[in-house]
């Protein structure tokens, strides 16, 4: 694939607990903010429409395709961009924490069900069961959602760089305690350290963008989404970090040149050794592998 620079926005936006409509009409602001700035892509936030864990998923989760996600469709068309959302939603009695990725003619090309849902959710949340990867003039573009890059689940981002993404696009929604002082510990360690290892490994771009906003319902009742999205570039170089506040509502725009994949099939692990990650592994007494990482 010919390496190609683009304009990216990261919709760092508020997201109301349960209040759909308002959302979904910040989320086509945001859209159409992103484009106005030149931005090829858009990625919004995981769970948009009704917020993470919000109990008003059970009532007003909706399927996809449905009403929501043609909105999110129709302002890709309109203004001609690719947009990754966060949405929530029903599959006959299940619900998902779901993120779709659509072309700028509106059409939807990949839908993921988060994989790695945080205990708390599984009693709102059913879990996904697959991966995916689609071609496009820009980019190899994957999408997960939040957690699925958790450092010590990062199977899911070896696998999606194995199958050729180049761009990982990852709806988020980061809280915090309501007391949390990023002066005294900035946030997004955690990000960094799993998006930079697959920058480093894979040269694989990953952005992920979280929303802003207190949590007013749910299990995590009282804490905040304070955005701090991010966007990590090959060589695990941090491209752009979003500011962080409950009130830091902002799109961040960022320049993308995705580079890769670095090789295919087995020629992977060969890739992989040269770059310091022992792929062969060292079976343990205690029955497992461990690796060497850089």
Not at 242 to 265: M, N
Request: charged share 20%; glycine share 12%.
């Amino acid at each position: 694939m010919r390496r190609r620079t683009f304009r990216l926005g990261m919709g760092q936006m508020l997201v109301v607990g349960g209040a759909p409509k308002e959302n979904l009409e910040r989320a086509v602001g945001m859209i159409r903010h992103a484009s106005d700035e030149g931005c090829s892509v858009v990625v919004l936030p995981e769970c948009l429409d009704l917020g993470w864990t919000h109990p008003s998923a059970r009532k007003k989760s909706e399927p996809i395709p449905g009403p929501r996600s043609q909105q999110i469709c129709r302002a890709a068309r309109r203004y001609s961009v690719f947009v990754a959302a966060g949405l929530v939603e029903r599959c006959g009695g299940r619900i998902y924490n779901s993120a779709i990725l659509v072309s700028p003619e509106g059409k939807i090309l990949a839908k993921h069900r988060k994989l790695n849902e945080l205990s708390i959710a599984h009693n709102i949340y059913s879990i996904g069961s697959s991966l995916g990867v689609v071609e496009t003039p820009l980019a190899n573009i994957g999408i997960d959602i939040c957690a699925d890059n958790f450092p010590n689940s990062l199977v899911f981002g070896h696998s999606l760089a194995r199958m050729g993404c180049n761009l990982l696009l990852s709806p988020s929604a980061w809280a915090v305690d309501a007391d949390y002082d990023n002066a005294k510990k900035p946030y997004g360690e955690t990000w960094k350290k799993g998006y930079c290892l697959l920058g480093k490994l894979y040269d694989l771009t990953t952005v992920g963008v979280s929303n802003v906003g207190w949590i007013t319902a749910g299990p995590w009742k009282g804490r905040k989404c304070i955005g701090c999205s991010l966007a990590v570039g090959p060589g695990g170089k941090i491209l752009a970090q979003g500011p962080f506040g409950e009130d830091a509502e902002e799109l961040i725009v960022v320049d993308i040149a995705p580079k890769g994949p670095i090789a295919k099939g087995t020629d992977i692990a060969g890739a992989l050794k040269e770059r310091g990650y022992d792929v062969d592994g060292i079976l343990t007494d205690r029955g497992y592998y461990s690796f060497k990482v850089p």
